[in-house]
């Protein structure tokens, strides 16, 4: 489909199949009819051309790497018919720079976002529980981050190599924090709730700018001592 520049689906159109315009790399403008309900894995992958995506709220499914390597793709709103946001759904579409998540997400899938090297702001609902593996892996923009307090799982490598990230506030009630969750971030300082109860190998290594980690005094799993976060236990 080399020649195609646009798509419009008839209403009857319920689903939209695996790799069903893959590698369109022409494909300019996609108009979703609003009974569309699901659309598969890798469906709009490397759709080169493809610049803004508005996922309508009837959509319940979104499939696995459905919009991968998007490389002109700089908007995209998903529906707010999507609980979960799977893996690799924009990863490396290094254009990317507004996106508006589903109001009632509560999982963001692993790689999502990966790659997205414009990226600067994100905004989560507060209805999201668990961020997955280096889902803004080397998104080397991304500022402005508030992580909700509906938030209980930050999965490894999540904010690595986030080059832009000097401040991140880790929500009250988050109950796991993943490897090298935040390996390679100019972060300054971080506080881990009194609600942690895991922590995974290495969160912070080469953090070089960190000035100061400390563990709430409620916390009674994790403690710092001589600059060093221990297990209370030990």
């Known amino acids: 489909c080399k ?70 793709l700089e908007t995209a709103r998903v529906s707010d018919g999507i609980t979960e946001l799977s893996s690799q759904t924009f990863r490396s579409c290094p254009k990317l720079k507004t996106v508006i998540l589903p109001q009632k997400l509560i999982t963001l899938g692993s790689q999502a976002f990966t790659s997205c090297v414009e990226l600067e702001n994100i905004n989560f609902p507060d209805t999201l529980t668990r961020i997955g593996y280096s889902a803004f892996e080397m998104c080397y923009k991304l500022k402005n981050v508030v992580l909700p307090d509906s938030l209980i799982r930050i999965d490894e490598r999540v904010f690595q190599n986030c080059k832009a990230l000097t401040e991140i506030k880790l929500p009250s009630n988050l109950q796991h924090i993943g490897g090298r969750a935040f390996m390679g971030t100019p972060i300054i300082s971080c506080e881990i709730p009194a609600s942690v109860t895991t922590i995974d190998h290495n969160p912070f290594v080469n953090c070089t700018q960190i000035k100061s980690l400390t563990v709430h005094p409620d916390n009674t799993k994790y403690k710092m001592y001589d600059g060093f976060l221990y297990n209370a236990n030990q």
């Open 3 to 72: 020649n195609l520049k646009t798509v419009t689906f008839n209403d009857e159109l319920v689903e939209i199949g695996n790799v069903a315009f893959g590698s369109c790399e022409n494909l300019e403008a996609v108009a979703f009819n609003k009974q569309l309900e699901k659309i598969n894995s890798s469906a709009f992958e490397y759709c080169n051309s493809l610049k803004t995506v508005d996922i309508p709220d009837n959509v319940k499914t979104l499939g696995p790497s459905a919009f991968y390597s998007c490389a002109l």
